[in-house]
Structure formats: C-alpha cells, structure tokens
C-alpha cells in the first residue's frame, strides 16, 4: 500500500458525459501528478500540482481540468467524455517537487466510456 | 520524435540470471532526470530507481541497478538474481527539468521470469 488513495476504482460512463476523479497524496506530500494509461497510447503524464499550484502540464486536453486543494486532495474532471478517454487513471504523489523525487502512486481509476 | 526508446517489448529470463532492460533517452536539455517503473500485472506503478543527470556514479536500490551512459544517452536497469515476482511490465521515464519539468515515459518492457 504506497498511501495514495484514489476513488473510484472503477468508473463507467457514456460519451459526452463528465466525471471527477479524486486523490488523497500520502500524508506529508505536497505534489500530485496525474497520469493516463491507455493501450494505445502508453503511460502519458498529464500534470502535476505542488503545493496547491500547477507545476508541470503535460498532454492534458483542454477537456480535462485538475486542481490541487487547500488540504492537498486533488481531482481531475474529465468533461465531453468521448470512446477513446477509456483508460487507467493513476494518481501518484511525492513529498517534493524536485526532479528527483520518488513517486508513489495509487492504485488508480479504471474508467470505461461507453 | 521518441524522447524515451525502450527497444525490448517482451523478453523472458531464467529464474536467478541477472536481466538488463535496455533505455535510451533524448534531450538536449543539461538537467533531466531518469526513473524506473515497475507494473506487475495486479496494476499498481511501483518506483524502483532514480538517476540524476549530474549524479557521478549509477544508482543502485538492492537488487536494482542503473547502468547510466551519459555520452551514449542510455540508462538499461539491471537487475540482479531475478525472481519469479520481477515478472511485470517496466517503464523508463525521464523528466526534463529545464524545459517544462514534464515527465515522459517508454513503451515498456514486459519481463517474464521462467521457473
């Protein structure tokens, strides 16, 4: 058990509809990073708060949005769901935001778009 | 083009042998960093280890090592007397400090450790 949690384990939906993820970092961490896992796109990064402010942005869409709040959860909305949005969600966390920092991650969200 | 090339995307091992999976890596960027993933088919992303492009010597975490070859822009994780439990998919990831501190991760390895 790494100490990231994320609900839901699984989520399934239909297109055009829009869900939120949550994740709790380990206790102390101040960074979260989102990731999504797809077939056929691999493991992609897709950003990353410290702190409550964002600090790295990768191949996030602008369909998708995150925050980081005030007592360090995050969540990610993912809106317009569409087939190819079906993926593994993984949240992770480290105590830094330095680059060396070890992640761990939660066990992620499975969503399934319909 | 790929930033992170993971050339192998299956091998199989004897139990006890030592493995080495191979990743090469692309920036022009001064200061990146270089990590090692492992998923076991349960699906968590567990960490394994850390190179920072600075770092004189190559990591090692137990039975993980990271044979880091700066001029050739290779990090292939090693890892020593395998176990059936190594089985799992492998990822090398890098992440680019200096341009937009992005995270880029492999294709993968999927390692399968004979009994």
Redesign the interface.
């Known amino acids: 058990d790494?100490g990231v949690t994320q609900t839901p384990k699984h989520l399934i939906t239909a297109t055009g509809q829009r869900v939120t993820l949550r994740c709790s970092p380990r206790s102390g961490d101040l960074s979260v990073?989102w990731?999504q896992q797809s077939l056929d796109q691999?493991?992609?990064?897709l950003i990353?708060y410290y702190n409550g402010e964002e600090?790295?942005?990768?191949n996030i869409l602008e369909r998708f949005s995150a925050q980081q709040f005030p007592d360090l959860h995050s969540e990610l909305n993912l809106s317009s769901l569409e087939l190819g949005d079906s993926a593994?969600y993984?949240c992770?966390s480290s105590i830094r935001d330095s680059?060396?920092s070890?992640?761990?991650?939660g066990?992620?969200t499975r969503l399934t778009v319909l | 083009a790929q930033k992170i090339t993971q050339t192998q995307p299956g091998m199989f091992v004897q139990e006890k042998e030592a493995v080495t999976l191979d990743c090469t890596y692309d920036t022009s960027d001064p200061?990146?960093?270089l990590?090692w993933?492992k998923q076991p088919s349960s699906?968590?992303?567990?960490?394994l280890i850390?190179q920072?492009s600075y770092d004189q010597q190559n990591a090692t975490e137990g039975r993980y090592s990271l044979n880091f070859q700066k001029a050739r822009k290779s990090a292939n994780l090693v890892i020593s007397a395998s176990q059936l439990g190594d089985s799992a998919m492998y990822?090398c990831?890098m992440?680019e400090?200096v341009r937009?501190?992005?995270?880029?991760?492999?294709?993968?390895t999927r390692l399968h450790i004979l009994p």
């Open positions: 790494s990073y990731y691999g493991l992609q990064f990353q600090r790295a942005k990768g593994l993984f992770a680059q060396g070890e992640q761990f991650f066990p992620g | 200061s990146y960093g990590f993933y699906g968590e992303m567990i960490f850390y920072g990822f990831a992440r400090s937009d501190d992005k995270i880029i991760f492999g294709k993968g």
